[in-house]
């Protein structure tokens, strides 16, 4: 069956419940938990290789909200189905490492990462409505992740089912648990499906545009409910979405993602208030402001490119202000602009070039 939302089911329950072994947390908080470094994530198409993810580096430090941002079609889906090893052929991780307290997951088998994921690292997928299997019911869902690390009885597992569907917002939980997925609205539905990656309180959580199609109230209750359970157990979260204002509210770093790569790198001060890289100008300058009447939107012109045919030199040339001759020729990697802030830019302050 070739159907993509079956695809992702699939891989929505691998996630969240495969590993029978519990895995040490060993982690002492003097290195990250999580250390991407080089990440090349590749499918081979008809149209050549598609360099979905290229050279991808950056790192989560226990308890820290990192927000990955971008367009769509810039990597950020796939870097995130990287570090879970749920890459599906003809894709693959052709080269780097994902080290995760302290272990390199990309050197891990199929069944070694099973104790992994939906124990110590899960994943809220983009779409509530196939994140659930219509046939069971949302409590038999949320609560196989504890029946499956946690070697507990199905009773047991109904009643902690309960007590998560309650932690995350659902009303009358002991009333909804025996309901099936069709019964659930798209925010209610994104509540069960937080509460099936959160059931083995994960160090990781990895939360892909975990407001997508939800209104304007229920994002912000879902932000705040990512973020008190940050704050209560102590979790890292990576946050990936193409909304600045999910990443301004919500998180302590961000990493700025074009064509593949990571293009700039920083505090969400950094990044909102001194952004250097044209890229990340562009995006904050085409965010409407609700507080100004009849505003001139700066929309960044064209398209991202064919990850398949990159330009020779820097990727966005074709759409940067800013862009000169040495743009077509050199190919910029992330560099340190100032402390702790990296941009893949030729120019430390393209304002300076203007």
């Not at 064209?302 to 862009?323: E, H, I, K, M, Q």
Request: net charge negative; glycine share 8%.
């Amino acid at each position: 069956m070739n159907d993509p939302s079956f695809k992702q089911e699939a891989n929505v329950r691998e996630a969240a419940i495969s590993g029978e072994e519990e895995v040490e947390r060993i982690s002492s908080g003097d290195e990250p938990l999580l250390s991407v470094e080089n990440l090349h994530t590749q499918f081979d198409t008809d149209q050549g290789i598609i360099r979905a993810t290229d050279g991808v580096s950056f790192e989560v430090d226990q308890g820290e909200i990192l927000g990955i941002v971008g367009e769509s079609g810039c990597g950020k889906s796939v870097t995130s189905l990287s570090l879970m090893g749920l890459v599906d052929s003809p894709g693959y991780i052709a080269d780097g490492s994902v080290m995760f307290d302290g272990v390199d997951l990309t050197e891990l088998s199929r069944e070694e990462l099973r104790k992994y994921r939906g124990k110590r690292m899960s994943m809220i997928f983009q779409e509530p409505s196939t994140a659930m299997n219509p046939v069971y019911n949302i409590g038999w869902q949320v609560g196989e992740p504890l029946r499956i690390h946690e070697d507990i009885k199905q009773s047991a597992s109904r009643s902690r089912a309960v007590d998560l569907m309650r932690q995350v917002g659902i009303p009358s939980p002991e009333d909804r648990v025996d309901d099936y997925p069709h019964q659930f609205s798209g925010g209610m539905l994104q509540r069960a499906v937080i509460s099936m990656a959160l059931a083995c309180e994960p160090d990781l959580l990895i939360a892909d545009e975990p407001t997508t199609a939800l209104d304007v109230t229920i994002q912000s209750q879902i932000l705040d409910i990512i973020k008190e359970l940050n704050e209560e157990l102590d979790m890292s979260v990576i946050i990936v979405t193409h909304n600045l204002g999910v990443v301004a509210e919500t998180c302590d770093r961000v990493a700025v993602m074009y064509a593949g790569r990571i293009v700039e790198y920083g505090t969400v001060e950094e990044i909102f208030n001194d952004p250097r890289h044209p890229y990340t100008k562009g995006l904050i300058g085409a965010v409407p402001d609700p507080t100004r009447d009849g505003q001139d939107l700066s929309p960044i012109p064209g398209t991202v490119p064919n990850l398949a045919d990159t330009p020779d030199g820097c990727n966005f040339v074709t759409r940067c202000p800013y862009a000169t001759e040495e743009c077509e020729q050199v190919d910029p990697r992330l560099r340190e602009v100032d402390d702790e802030h990296h941009s893949a830019c030729i120019f430390d302050d393209p304002n300076d070039h203007e």
